[in-house]
C-alpha cells in the first residue's frame, strides 16, 4: 500500500532563508503565560506537550508553490501530542468506544504496540482525538510546532538530516530503508535526537501525519474550490529527501484508511 500520489506541484529546492523575528525574546517572555500546561493529558503514555502563544513563520518561498507565501502569523497556545499515536494508544480508544481497529493493527510489524498507528483514514483519527477531549493539529499548528518560531527547516533546527534524526526512506522515492534501524516503522518513542524545541518526537518521517486542514493553496483559491482531500504533514518511513521536510504538503482522500504509512497526533487547543 502506498500514500505517495501526491497532489500538488512541486519544485525542488531546499535552501530555507532564515527570517529573524525582531523582539523574539521579549514575545516569549511576554507569551509564556499564554502557553498551555504540558501535562500527562487525557492519553496515557502520550503527555501533551505546552507550545506557546506569538508569532512564528509559516510557509516558504523557496519550495513547492503550493508552500508559498512565507508568512508571520500569530499563533495562539496549543498543547500536542510528544508522539504519534501508537497501536497501543488506538486499541486502548477501540477497546473503549467500539470505534473499528485499524485495518494493520494485528500487521506483524506495523500493528506492534509501540509503533505509531497506521491504516487510519481522517475520520478514524478525528473520531479518536475526539474522544480525549482532542483535535487533529491544524497545519498551521504542525508548522509552528515542527519549525519553532523561525520556520526552521526542521524540528531540530537546520543540523544535516541523519540516521539518528529521523525514520526515513531511500534516497530515491519510494521504499523503506533501513539504514536508520527501521525498514518500516519505528517506535514513537525513537529518534530522541530528532526532537523539536519543546520536545515532541518524529514530527519529520516515521508516519505522515493528518491535520484537520481541506487542502488548498494559501492564497488566490476560494474555498468553494478547495475541494475534499485533508493534508498530511512530515513524511515517513518510505518517503525521500523533498518529502521530508517540515513545509511538505500531502494532499490525500480523507476515507482513505490502507495507508501503512500514514498516522497522526492530537492537539489540545486555547479555548
Ligand atoms: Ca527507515
Ligand atoms: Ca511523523
Known amino acids: 500500500m502506498s500514500i505517495s500520489r501526491l497532489i500538488g506541484h512541486c519544485k525542488g529546492g531546499a535552501a530555507i532563508r532564515r527570517l529573524r523575528l525582531a523582539g523574539t525574546a521579549a514575545i516569549a517572555l511576554l507569551t509564556a503565560s499564554a502557553a498551555l500546561a504540558t501535562g500527562a493529558g487525557p492519553i496515557a503514555g502520550n503527555p501533551l506537550i505546552a507550545v506557546s502563544a506569538g508569532p512564528f513563520v509559516f510557509g516558504r518561498d523557496d519550495g513547492p508553490d503550493n508552500e508559498r507565501p512565507r508568512r508571520v502569523v500569530q499563533g495562539r497556545p496549543f498543547a500536542i501530542n510528544r508522539t504519534e499515536i501508537t497501536n497501543r494508544q488506538y486499541e486502548a ?15 506483524p510489524l506495523l500493528g506492534l504496540p509501540d509503533r505509531p498507528v497506521v491504516g487510519v483514514s481522517w475520520g478514524d483519527a478525528i473520531a479518536f482525538c ?86 488548498a493553496p494559501y492564497v488566490g483559491v476560494s474555498t468553494t474550490a478547495a475541494g475534499r482531500h485533508r493534508v498530511l504533514r512530515g513524511g515517513s518511513w518510505n518517503s525521500d529527501a523533498r518529502h521530508l521536510t517540515t513545509t511538505y504538503r500531502l494532499a490525500y482522500d480523507p476515507d482513505f484508511r490502507f495507508a501503512a504509512n500514514g498516522g497522526f497526533r492530537c492537539v489540545r487547543s486555547s479555548p
Do not use: I, K
Not at 519510494?174 to 518513542?189: I, K, L
Open 130 to 215: 475526539r474522544h480525549y477531549g482532542l483535535a487533529l493539529p491544524s497545519e498551521q499548528q504542525y508548522e509552528r510546532a515542527a519549525r519553532g518560531v523561525e520556520g526552521d527547516a526542521f524540528p531540530w533546527q537546520e543540523g544535516p538530516r541523519d540516521e539518528a534524526r529521523a525514520n526515513v526512506g531511500a534516497d530515491v522515492c519510494c521504499s523503506g530503508d533501513e539504514r536508520d534501524g527501521y525498514p518500516m516503522t519505528a517506535p514513537a518513542e525513537s529518534f530522541a535526537a530528532g526532537a523539536s524545541r519543546e520536545g515532541v518526537l518524529n514530527l519529520v518521517g516515521n508516519v505522515w501525519e493528518w491535520t484537520s486542514d481541506v487542502y
Open 93 to 107: 480508544f477501540v477497546a473503549a468506544s467500539g470505534h473499528r481497529r485499524a485495518f494493520y493493527a494485528d500487521h
